[in-house]
Nanobody, 128 residues
Framework: QLQLEERGGGWVQPGGSLRLSCAAS????????VGWFRQAPGREREAVSC????????HIRSIVEGRVTMSRDKAKNTMYLQMNSLNAEDTAVYYC?????????????????????WGQGIQVTVSS
């Protein structure tokens, strides 16, 4: 059974950093795209960043560009999202998602409807 589990959320002060993880089970990430999305209260879900695991192509939302880095631990079948210089606007529930379209998802601009499997979400709160 395909499952995704996010960890690493929590509270952080403005300017701080967090690293979210997305552990996959029931399949390997090799030929997939992994996306990070977020949804703040009262707002629509939005893409943060996406990566085609096999070739490393990425799509990163402009408002987080330069502040986020995606990485992978192949042995653990886990993807990571490192977020730096966090601010209050980054407060949201963060989700990881997987698409079996791989690079096609990146070229399409990292759209949520292209991702078929989602984690349960994890809260990130940035406040002083």
């Amino acid at each position: 059974q395909l499952q995704l589990e996010e960890r690493g959320g929590g509270w952080v002060q403005p300017g701080g950093s967090l690293r979210l993880s997305c552990a996959a089970s029931g399949f390997t990430l090799d030929d997939h795209a992994v996306g990070w999305f977020r949804q703040a209260p009262g707002r629509e879900r939005e893409a943060v960043s996406c990566i085609s695991v096999r070739d490393g192509s990425t799509h990163i939302r402009s408002i987080v560009e330069g502040r986020v880095t995606m990485s992978r631990d192949k042995a653990k079948n886990t993807m990571y999202l490192q977020m730096n210089s966090l601010n209050a606007e980054d407060t949201a529930v963060y989700y990881c998602a997987v698409s079996d379209r791989g690079l096609g998802v990146i070229l399409a601009g990292c759209k949520g409807h292209d991702f078929g499997s989602w984690g349960q979400g994890i809260q990130v709160t940035v406040s002083s």
